[in-house]
Protein backbone atom coordinates (compact mmCIF):
# COMPACT_ATOMS: atom_id res chain seq x y z
CA UNK A 1 0.00 0.00 0.00
CA UNK A 2 1.16 3.60 -0.32
CA UNK A 3 2.54 3.09 3.29
CA UNK A 4 5.23 1.44 1.79
CA UNK A 5 6.29 4.29 -0.50
CA UNK A 6 8.79 6.60 0.49
CA UNK A 7 8.91 10.16 0.27
CA UNK A 8 7.65 11.74 -2.48
CA UNK A 9 9.78 14.80 -1.51
CA UNK A 10 11.19 15.37 -5.39
CA UNK A 11 7.36 16.01 -6.98
CA UNK A 12 7.47 18.53 -9.29
CA UNK A 13 11.14 18.15 -9.91
CA UNK A 14 13.27 17.64 -13.08
CA UNK A 15 16.14 15.95 -12.89
CA UNK A 16 18.82 15.30 -15.62
CA UNK A 17 21.29 12.34 -14.62
CA UNK A 18 24.02 11.22 -16.53
CA UNK A 19 25.25 7.95 -16.75
CA UNK A 20 27.37 4.85 -17.98
CA UNK A 21 30.88 5.17 -19.71
CA UNK A 22 31.30 6.70 -23.07
CA UNK A 23 32.90 5.12 -26.22
CA UNK A 24 35.27 7.18 -28.09
CA UNK A 25 35.48 5.27 -31.81
CA UNK A 26 39.11 4.60 -33.33
CA UNK A 27 37.88 2.83 -36.35
CA UNK A 28 34.57 1.19 -37.37
CA UNK A 29 35.25 -1.64 -35.83
CA UNK A 30 37.24 -0.12 -31.97
CA UNK A 31 36.85 2.46 -29.49
CA UNK A 32 38.39 3.59 -26.36
CA UNK A 33 35.85 3.00 -23.75
CA UNK A 34 36.36 2.95 -19.98
CA UNK A 35 35.16 0.40 -17.11
CA UNK A 36 31.97 2.22 -15.68
CA UNK A 37 28.69 0.06 -15.63
CA UNK A 38 25.89 2.88 -15.29
CA UNK A 39 24.66 1.31 -12.24
CA UNK A 40 25.54 4.55 -9.75
CA UNK A 41 23.31 6.96 -12.16
CA UNK A 42 20.67 4.19 -13.20
CA UNK A 43 20.45 3.74 -9.15
CA UNK A 44 20.28 6.88 -9.25
CA UNK A 45 17.58 7.56 -11.49
CA UNK A 46 15.28 4.84 -10.04
CA UNK A 47 15.24 6.46 -6.52
CA UNK A 48 14.45 10.02 -8.30
CA UNK A 49 11.56 8.54 -10.21
CA UNK A 50 10.49 6.53 -6.98
CA UNK A 51 10.62 9.94 -4.79
CA UNK A 52 8.52 11.50 -7.64
CA UNK A 53 11.16 13.42 -10.23
CA UNK A 54 10.65 13.60 -13.67
CA UNK A 55 13.94 12.29 -14.96
CA UNK A 56 15.97 12.26 -18.09
CA UNK A 57 18.55 9.46 -17.98
CA UNK A 58 21.26 10.31 -20.65
CA UNK A 59 22.55 7.09 -21.02
CA UNK A 60 26.09 5.57 -22.49
CA UNK A 61 26.78 2.16 -22.66
CA UNK A 62 24.68 1.00 -19.85
CA UNK A 63 25.51 -2.55 -18.61
CA UNK A 64 22.69 -2.34 -16.15
CA UNK A 65 18.93 -1.94 -17.56
CA UNK A 66 17.64 1.23 -17.37
CA UNK A 67 14.85 2.34 -14.40
CA UNK A 68 10.73 2.05 -15.84
CA UNK A 69 9.07 5.41 -15.78
CA UNK A 70 12.64 7.66 -16.96
CA UNK A 71 12.78 9.49 -20.62
CA UNK A 72 15.89 7.72 -21.91
CA UNK A 73 18.55 9.29 -24.29
CA UNK A 74 20.96 6.56 -25.87
CA UNK A 75 24.23 8.70 -26.51
CA UNK A 76 28.34 6.88 -27.24
CA UNK A 77 30.44 9.45 -27.41
CA UNK A 78 31.19 12.60 -25.08
CA UNK A 79 30.12 14.98 -27.47
CA UNK A 80 26.69 13.07 -28.21
CA UNK A 81 26.55 13.33 -24.20
CA UNK A 82 26.87 16.55 -23.94
CA UNK A 83 24.58 17.55 -26.77
CA UNK A 84 22.21 15.53 -24.89
CA UNK A 85 22.72 16.70 -21.52
CA UNK A 86 22.83 20.34 -22.78
CA UNK A 87 19.27 20.51 -24.11
CA UNK A 88 17.34 17.97 -21.24
CA UNK A 89 19.38 21.12 -18.72
CA UNK A 90 17.53 23.96 -20.77
CA UNK A 91 14.34 22.67 -18.65
CA UNK A 92 15.95 20.92 -15.87
CA UNK A 93 16.06 22.05 -12.37
CA UNK A 94 18.57 19.56 -11.08
CA UNK A 95 21.40 17.57 -13.15
CA UNK A 96 23.65 15.05 -11.67
CA UNK A 97 26.71 13.72 -14.04
CA UNK A 98 27.24 10.76 -12.63
CA UNK A 99 28.62 9.74 -16.39
CA UNK A 100 32.46 8.32 -16.85
CA UNK A 101 32.98 10.94 -19.67
CA UNK A 102 36.11 9.93 -21.90
CA UNK A 103 38.70 12.96 -21.36
CA UNK A 104 40.45 12.69 -24.88
CA UNK A 105 38.78 11.09 -27.79
CA UNK A 106 41.02 10.18 -30.94
CA UNK A 107 42.17 13.27 -32.81
CA UNK A 108 40.96 11.51 -36.51
CA UNK A 109 38.62 8.86 -36.70
CA UNK A 110 39.66 6.23 -39.60
CA UNK A 111 37.04 5.34 -41.93
CA UNK A 112 39.09 2.18 -42.76
CA UNK A 113 40.15 -0.26 -40.13
CA UNK A 114 44.05 0.19 -38.93
CA UNK A 115 45.51 -2.35 -40.10
CA UNK A 116 48.21 -4.20 -38.07
CA UNK A 117 50.93 -3.66 -41.29
CA UNK A 118 51.01 -0.04 -41.27
CA UNK A 119 52.95 -0.17 -38.19
CA UNK A 120 56.05 -1.53 -36.42
CA UNK A 121 56.17 -3.11 -32.94
CA UNK A 122 53.92 0.23 -31.63
CA UNK A 123 51.37 2.23 -32.88
CA UNK A 124 50.90 5.71 -31.56
CA UNK A 125 47.45 7.64 -31.28
CA UNK A 126 46.98 11.09 -31.13
CA UNK A 127 44.15 11.93 -28.56
CA UNK A 128 43.02 15.63 -28.16
CA UNK A 129 40.86 16.91 -24.95
CA UNK A 130 36.91 16.08 -24.53
CA UNK A 131 34.93 19.54 -23.84
CA UNK A 132 34.55 19.81 -19.93
CA UNK A 133 30.44 19.12 -20.01
CA UNK A 134 29.94 19.55 -16.21
CA UNK A 135 32.18 22.96 -15.89
CA UNK A 136 30.88 24.05 -19.17
CA UNK A 137 26.94 23.30 -17.35
CA UNK A 138 28.08 25.18 -14.10
CA UNK A 139 29.08 28.22 -15.90
CA UNK A 140 26.61 29.23 -18.55
CA UNK A 141 23.47 31.17 -17.94
CA UNK A 142 20.93 30.43 -17.28
CA UNK A 143 21.64 27.12 -15.83
CA UNK A 144 20.23 24.59 -13.85
CA UNK A 145 19.58 25.88 -10.43
CA UNK A 146 21.64 22.62 -8.57
CA UNK A 147 23.99 21.21 -10.50
CA UNK A 148 26.17 17.82 -8.85
CA UNK A 149 29.53 16.02 -10.10
CA UNK A 150 31.14 13.19 -9.59
CA UNK A 151 34.84 12.62 -8.66
CA UNK A 152 36.33 9.24 -9.31
CA UNK A 153 39.67 9.32 -7.70
CA UNK A 154 42.22 6.25 -6.69
CA UNK A 155 44.17 8.33 -4.11
CA UNK A 156 44.14 5.90 -0.87
CA UNK A 157 45.62 8.77 1.93
CA UNK A 158 41.70 9.59 3.05
CA UNK A 159 43.33 13.34 3.78
CA UNK A 160 44.97 13.55 0.59
CA UNK A 161 41.21 12.54 -1.41
CA UNK A 162 39.37 15.11 0.09
CA UNK A 163 41.87 17.29 -0.90
CA UNK A 164 41.77 16.76 -4.16
CA UNK A 165 37.92 17.13 -4.36
CA UNK A 166 38.24 20.21 -2.60
CA UNK A 167 40.26 21.18 -5.91
CA UNK A 168 38.09 19.61 -8.22
CA UNK A 169 34.59 21.01 -7.21
CA UNK A 170 36.51 24.52 -7.38
CA UNK A 171 38.09 24.09 -10.62
CA UNK A 172 34.17 22.27 -11.57
CA UNK A 173 31.81 25.77 -10.50
CA UNK A 174 29.01 23.10 -9.74
CA UNK A 175 27.52 22.71 -6.55
CA UNK A 176 27.78 19.79 -5.02
CA UNK A 177 30.72 16.94 -5.48
CA UNK A 178 30.44 13.82 -5.23
CA UNK A 179 33.54 12.28 -4.34
CA UNK A 180 34.33 8.17 -4.27
CA UNK A 181 37.73 6.27 -4.13
CA UNK A 182 37.65 3.74 -7.55
CA UNK A 183 40.01 1.12 -8.30
CA UNK A 184 40.66 -2.02 -9.70
CA UNK A 185 37.88 -3.18 -7.45
CA UNK A 186 36.33 -0.75 -5.48
CA UNK A 187 33.88 2.06 -7.06
CA UNK A 188 33.96 1.40 -10.66
CA UNK A 189 32.21 -1.66 -11.92
CA UNK A 190 31.08 -2.48 -8.94
CA UNK A 191 27.79 -3.55 -6.87
CA UNK A 192 28.29 -0.54 -3.78
CA UNK A 193 29.82 2.56 -2.97
CA UNK A 194 31.12 4.75 -0.41
CA UNK A 195 30.97 8.29 -0.93
CA UNK A 196 31.69 11.99 0.51
CA UNK A 197 29.59 14.63 -0.80
CA UNK A 198 30.94 18.26 -1.21
CA UNK A 199 29.71 21.56 -1.05
CA UNK A 200 30.83 24.60 -2.76
CA UNK A 201 33.22 25.66 0.37
CA UNK A 202 34.56 22.14 0.76
CA UNK A 203 32.65 20.98 3.51
CA UNK A 204 31.34 17.91 3.93
CA UNK A 205 27.48 17.54 3.51
CA UNK A 206 26.32 14.18 3.46
CA UNK A 207 28.85 10.81 3.75
CA UNK A 208 27.01 6.99 2.98
CA UNK A 209 28.40 3.51 2.23
CA UNK A 210 26.30 0.65 1.13
CA UNK A 211 24.53 -0.51 -1.96
CA UNK A 212 24.43 1.93 -4.80
CA UNK A 213 20.51 2.57 -4.66
CA UNK A 214 21.23 3.32 -0.66
CA UNK A 215 23.89 5.79 -1.94
CA UNK A 216 21.81 7.38 -4.90
CA UNK A 217 19.30 7.88 -2.02
CA UNK A 218 21.78 9.89 -0.02
CA UNK A 219 23.13 11.97 -2.61
CA UNK A 220 18.98 12.93 -3.54
CA UNK A 221 18.82 13.95 0.78
CA UNK A 222 21.20 16.67 -0.19
CA UNK A 223 19.48 17.98 -3.56
CA UNK A 224 16.61 18.19 -1.01
CA UNK A 225 17.99 19.81 1.63
CA UNK A 226 19.16 22.43 -0.62
CA UNK A 227 15.52 22.86 -1.72
CA UNK A 228 15.18 23.77 -5.00
CA UNK A 229 12.68 25.65 -6.68
CA UNK A 230 10.75 24.25 -9.06
CA UNK A 231 11.77 25.09 -12.84
CA UNK A 232 8.40 27.02 -14.39
N1 LIG B 1 33.13 15.31 -16.71
C1 LIG B 1 32.54 16.05 -17.70
N2 LIG B 1 33.18 16.20 -18.90
C2 LIG B 1 34.38 15.64 -19.12
C3 LIG B 1 35.01 14.89 -18.08
C4 LIG B 1 34.34 14.74 -16.88
O1 LIG B 1 31.44 16.58 -17.51
N3 LIG B 1 34.97 15.83 -20.29
C5 LIG B 1 32.43 15.20 -15.41
C6 LIG B 1 32.15 13.79 -14.92
O2 LIG B 1 30.89 13.32 -15.37
C7 LIG B 1 32.17 13.98 -13.40
C8 LIG B 1 33.15 15.13 -13.20
O3 LIG B 1 33.25 15.80 -14.45
O4 LIG B 1 30.91 14.40 -12.92
C9 LIG B 1 34.52 14.74 -12.73
O5 LIG B 1 35.07 13.78 -13.58
P1 LIG B 1 36.55 13.30 -13.29
O6 LIG B 1 36.96 12.34 -14.36
O7 LIG B 1 36.66 12.86 -11.86
O8 LIG B 1 37.37 14.68 -13.39
P2 LIG B 1 38.16 15.37 -14.56
O9 LIG B 1 37.82 16.82 -14.50
O10 LIG B 1 37.94 14.68 -15.86
O11 LIG B 1 39.68 15.25 -14.10
P3 LIG B 1 40.65 13.95 -14.01
O12 LIG B 1 39.99 12.81 -14.76
O13 LIG B 1 41.92 14.42 -14.62
O14 LIG B 1 40.76 13.68 -12.52
CA1 LIG C 1 38.24 12.43 -16.20
Given at each position: GLALLGPR????RRIVISAGGTREPLDPVRFLGNRSSGRQGVALAEAAWARGASVTLVAAHLEVPPPAGVDLRSVSTALELQAAVQDAARTADVVIMAAAVADYRPAELRTDKIKK?????TLRLDLVKNPDILAGLSAA?????VIVGFAAETEADPAALLALGRHKIARKGCDYLVLNRVGWSQ?????SNDIVVLDRRGDIVNEASGTKLSVANSILDVIVRAGTPDHH
Open positions: DLAGDETGDTPRPAGIATE
